[in-house]
C-alpha cells in the first residue's frame, strides 16, 4: 500500500497530510497522520512516500471550512492500521467524542475509560502520541484546574484552536 502525503496551508502554519488508499472506499485516501510544523513526534516525508494533493482534496475541503468556523465536526475515515496501543486507541476514541467548542480535562478522560486516577499521566502520554492534531481534538483538552496544558503542536496552536471554537473561558485564557 503505498503512502502518500500533501500539505495544505493552515492559520496553523503548513500542515502536513500522510495518508494511504481507503480500504471503504477505492480511490479515497485514509488519513493517517496530520502534523504541524515543529510539532513533537510529528510526521516526517519519507524515501517511497508520494506526493499527491488531490488525494486530500476532501479533508482539505474540511480542514477549510472548519478553520473559517463553518465545520464543527470531520467526516474523516482514519487509517485502520494506524499505529497505537490498545490504550491508546481508547483514548483517542474519546478525544473523537469531545464535542466541538467545549474542553474536558485529562482526568475526565482517564474516568471516562475507567482508568484510575492513577492513570492520568498514562493518559496524557497517550493524548501527546496523538497523530491527527486538529481532526482527533486532543485540543479540547485541559488541566484540571482549567488551565492550558501540553500540545504537541505548541500551546500558542492550542489556544489558537480553542479560541476558534469559542471554548476559551476566564480560567483557560492566558
Not at 1 to 8: E, K, L, N, Q, S
Not at 49 to 62: D, K, S, V
Not at 162 to 173: D, K
Request: one cysteine or more; charged letters at 20%; glycine letters at 14%.
Amino acid at each position: 500500500m503505498t503512502t502518500v502525503h500533501a500539505t495544505f496551508d493552515s492559520p496553523l502554519g503548513e500542515l502536513l497530510l500522510v495518508g494511504v488508499e481507503s480500504a471503504s472506499a477505492p480511490g479515497g485516501t485514509a488519513l493517517v497522520s496530520l502534523s504541524v510544523p515543529g510539532q513533537k513526534g510529528g510526521a516526517v516525508v519519507r524515501d517511497g512516500w508520494r506526493r499527491a494533493p488531490r488525494a486530500f482534496a476532501g479533508i482539505g475541503a474540511q480542514l477549510g471550512a472548519y478553520f473559517a468556523g463553518e465545520l464543527t465536526r470531520f467526516d474523516i475515515e482514519y487509517a485502520a492500521d494506524a499505529p497505537g496501543t490498545d490504550f491508546q486507541r481508547q483514548v483517542w476514541a474519546e478525544l473523537d467524542a469531545i464535542e466541538y467548542g467545549t474542553t474536558v480535562s485529562y482526568g475526565e478522560i482517564a474516568r471516562r475509560i475507567g482508568a484510575s486516577s492513577v492513570k492520568v499521566r498514562a493518559v496524557g502520554t497517550a493524548i501527546g502520541r496523538n497523530p491527527l492534531l486538529v481532526v482527533r481534538p486532543c485540543h479540547r483538552v485541559i488541566g484540571s484546574d482549567g488551565s492550558l496544558k501540553g500540545y504537541a503542536g505548541g500551546l500558542d496552536r492550542k489556544e489558537a484552536l480553542l479560541g476558534l471554537e469559542g471554548a476559551l473561558s476566564p480560567l483557560t485564557a492566558p
